[in-house]
């Protein structure tokens, strides 16, 4: 029976795995963690022997993660970033539900509340609820009849590797009205930079890319930040409602659909309504979609 470690221990056991699996270098990845050689490999075989499988081959001297450490790789990343976020405050739930608040002092803050998608249908916005029928009615296929009114206003991500390839952004969507259509169209084929506030915090981020991916599903959030559009000095406020959706290209591969749009009308806890609001008038986005057959929906979540 393989006796497990302290948590104290299998903390840094993880941050062995990781770094050596990014840096597939032995002496890269020491020099990183300010480690010794044999503290890494110790590190190294304790993870394997715990897991019953050998995380990575070595051929000649160099370093090279077996199908198992592959497999490993992601939830330990996670696991880390959770930790890193939770020791420092920027993780919690609520209702069960994702929330993160991340804030560089007089920089940068960063407030995202996930929630329920039956919210989109009891919301103010005809975008979002547009957005939810379209997904449904073409059963997720982005060249389907029935998602092209949607098309105007999505971004459409590929996954690539450990990121997403941007493939699609549509020319009236939150990203072409905010930073000009000639910055859109020169996005396309890029890949989705990390967000401000380090690696950890950006791994956490990418959670709502990955929960999307895994299930095929949707997932609804509200967020609170700042951001350049590349011509004021300066951060602006922004605030902005999420519907990420799983779809398919038509060859059925994945395409993760994120439709989003600038609004006041977002419910974050800690968030006061002086902050929420703090985004300019003109910015906010009031997209009207009429569709055929569109849902009658009479409920309100929101006052």
């Not at 050998?54 to 880390?80: N, S, V």
């Not at 299930?215 to 999420?242: E, F, M, N």
């Not at 398919?248 to 968030?271: C, K, M, N, W, Y």
Request: glycine share 6%; hydrophobic share 40%; aromatic share 8%.
């Amino acid at each position: 029976m393989v006796e497990h470690p302290s948590h104290a221990i299998l903390f840094e056991m993880l941050r062995s795995f990781t770094t050596l699996a990014r840096t597939l270098n032995l002496s890269h990845a020491v020099k990183e963690l300010r480690s010794t050689r044999q503290t890494v490999r110790r590190h190294i075989a304790q993870l394997e022997e715990m897991r019953g499988t050998p995380l990575f081959h070595l051929i000649d001297r160099q370093y090279q993660l077996t199908e198992a450490g592959q497999r490993a790789l992601p939830e330990a990343q996670k696991l880390l970033a959770r930790a890193h976020a939770w020791a420092s405050g920027h993780l919690s739930t609520q209702g069960g539900l994702f929330s993160a608040n991340y804030a560089e002092k007089g920089v940068f803050d960063y407030a995202m509340q996930q929630h329920p998608i039956s919210r989109v249908m009891q919301g103010h916005s005809s975008l979002m609820r547009a957005a939810l029928q379209c997904w449904v009615q073409s059963a997720g296929m982005i060249e389907a009849p029935a998602f092209q009114p949607l098309r105007p206003y999505i971004l459409v991500y590929r996954p690539m590797g450990d990121s997403w390839l941007c493939s699609e952004i549509g020319e009236k969507s939150s990203f072409a009205s905010w930073y000009g259509w000639a910055k859109a169209k020169s996005s396309v084929g890029a890949i989705v930079d990390q967000l401000p506030g380090g690696s950890p915090f950006a791994a956490l981020l990418s959670d709502a890319f990955t929960d999307v991916a895994s299930t095929h599903g949707l997932r609804y959030d509200h967020v609170h930040t700042q951001i350049t559009d590349g011509t004021h000095k300066g951060r602006i406020p922004l605030s902005y409602q999420r519907l990420m959706m799983g779809c398919q290209f038509p060859d059925r591969s994945f395409a993760l659909v994120s439709v989003v749009e600038r609004t006041h009308d977002i419910d974050i806890p800690g968030v006061p309504k002086e902050k929420r609001c703090a985004m300019p008038p003109d910015l906010v986005m009031n997209v009207q979609i009429d569709l055929p057959h569109a849902w009658d929906v009479t409920a309100r979540a929101f006052p």
